[in-house]
């Protein structure tokens, strides 16, 4: 009699074990509950949006217009991706033709960025604006940089067919670029590639 209950006890133990260690959720590669990030556009035609949506699909992020974003969102996450289309090709500021155009020169110069993390996008037309390609995501990188932030996501030139752009520095483009006028069935996968490229780099 002893025996048997000493049997049944063991067993329940070993089950209980089991059970806590079943349920115990496995860690998954990226959640943005490891920290605080945000992902921040504006738009015209609906382009960037779009890209910014292949974005948030693929960080578990909410995509917001920066026209919407208050300062003290911008300045609570440790990380930012942010993303412009352009329209006035060949302007030397203000080139979105969007809401960061008053933002990049009204409101940034008040915020204290320094050290954030910035992952930057953009989105042009490489055929029609080649001497102009994404032209905006330059000036969004060269702003957040002057603020002192970290910037990480840096990719190839490679697969596309512009003559200029004023978002390559040193040979490559200073962020994802897009092109949802010639090559809107790569966007998603790029977007994809673009956030494991910042997962290895350390943004997230």
Known sequence: MKLSALCLLLTA??????????GQAPRTSFTKLDMSAGVYYSTSTGNTETVAGYIAEATGLNAEDIGDASDADIQGHDSLIVGAPTWHTGADEQRSGTSWDDWLYDTLPNLDLNGKKVAVFGVGDQESYSDNFCDAAGELYDLFNAKGCKI???????GYSH????AEVDG????LMCDEDN???MSED??????????DEGFF
Not at 14 to 22: K, M, N, V
Not at 152 to 158: E, Q, R, V
Not at 163 to 166: G, H, L, Q, V
Request: hydrophobic share 45%; no cysteine.
């Open 163 to 166: 003559a200029e752009s004023k």
């Open 13 to 22: 133990s070993a089950a209980d074990g089991f059970a806590f260690s079943a």
């Open 183 to 185: 090559q809107y069935d």
């Open 190 to 199: 790029r977007a994809k590639a673009w956030v494991a490229q910042l997962k």
């Open 152 to 158: 990480f996501g840096l990719t190839s030139t490679d």
């Open 172 to 175: 490559k483009f200073v962020g």
